[in-house]
């Protein structure tokens, strides 16, 4: 019998190479569907907003055709800037959180922008927030997340990432400490805090309650201390090949597994793996059927419908 709170192991059009709504330089959202079918996951998100379609009823026929069901929808937000970020941001999140609830998802994965980089990829932008845009941060996802819950019935996740003003462990308790749990937690990436040598297991222990959804991804430590040390951009990181395949980065997967587990029976645990842009459009799907494999097998108690 299934243990129905074992984690909800889904997979993300990121695992594709997906980082656009249309782009050649991807698979293309029937190939997509398809071989997620065809690996064995049930579970998937949305995307970039676009990329599935936007139209409800298509896209619950697409998704019924292979036995799959989206667990979230993802926005990028600026809400450090204050009250003028907001209607932008919201008309921008209003789009999504429209689809994502049409079908049948209770999640928004919020991400902050990431630093701006010059023609030379030097940052030119600043890599902190000063102590008026963290108010406005925490303050702005507060009312963010009670509105997403008010308006659309989703719970925001927010997604700390590499080259974003929350991406390391001061950052990600500072977020944490300074908003509502009713209205934002987090979506832990594994990949995205290894990055900046965050441990998942130990932050899942330390806030139980705040560990709302999970991103499966690891990381290449060597390539990431080359990265680290010579300020490679993340984009051009990811084309060298940082994120990679289980069990050949960090960190691994059973203990975060189990420690999600127990803090938050039942949830989602999307796996993710950047590799855009993708030069073999094979390459995906055999590295998805390594990867399913892994985690069957790791230790860890998953279930996948």
């Known amino acids: 019998m299934a243990d129905n709170t074992a984690p909800k192991v889904g997979i993300a059009p990121d695992s594709w190479g997906v980082w656009n709504a249309v782009d050649p330089a991807q698979p293309g959202p029937d190939q997509y569907l398809r071989e997620v079918a065809e690996v064995g996951f049930h579970f998937t998100e949305l995307g970039p907003y676009g990329y599935l379609g936007t139209d409800p009823a298509k ?107 929350v991406g390391d462990e001061k950052e990600i308790v500072r977020l944490l400490e300074g908003t509502d749990p009713r209205y934002l937690n987090l979506c832990l990436d594994t990949g995205h805090y290894a990055y900046y040598f965050g441990d998942s297991v130990s932050l899942i222990e330390r806030y139980p309650d705040r560990i709302g959804y999970l991103h499966l991804k690891q990381v290449e430590p060597v390539l990431m201390a080359h990265v680290l040390k010579n300020d490679i951009s993340f984009v051009d990181a990811v084309q060298q090949g940082l994120m990679v395949e289980p069990p050949f980065g960090v960190p691994g997967y059973a203990p975060i597994l189990a420690a999600a587990q127990k803090a938050n029976p039942g949830i989602f645990a999307i796996i993710e793996q950047d590799m855009y842009p993708v030069a073999d459009f094979a390459k995906p799907l055999q590295i998805a059927k390594r990867t399913k494999a892994y985690i069957e097998g790791c230790g860890a108690k998953v279930q996948f419908k």
Do not use: C
């Open 59 to 165: 896209l619950a026929d697409q998704l019924a055709e292979h036995n799959l069901a989206i667990t979230a929808g993802t926005v990028f937000t600026g809400l450090h800037r204050g009250r003028s970020e907001w209607d932008n941001a919201w008309k921008n999140v209003s789009e999504v959180a429209v689809l994502a609830k049409a079908m049948g998802a209770e999640h928004l994965i919020v991400l902050p922008e990431m630093w701006s980089r010059d023609e030379h990829g030097h940052i030119s932008s600043e890599r902190e927030f000063s102590a008026e845009e963290w108010q406005n941060a925490l303050d702005g996802h507060n009312e963010f997340g009670k509105r997403l819950i008010e308006e659309f019935g989703l719970r925001q996740q927010y997604h700390a990432h590499a080259e974003t003003q």
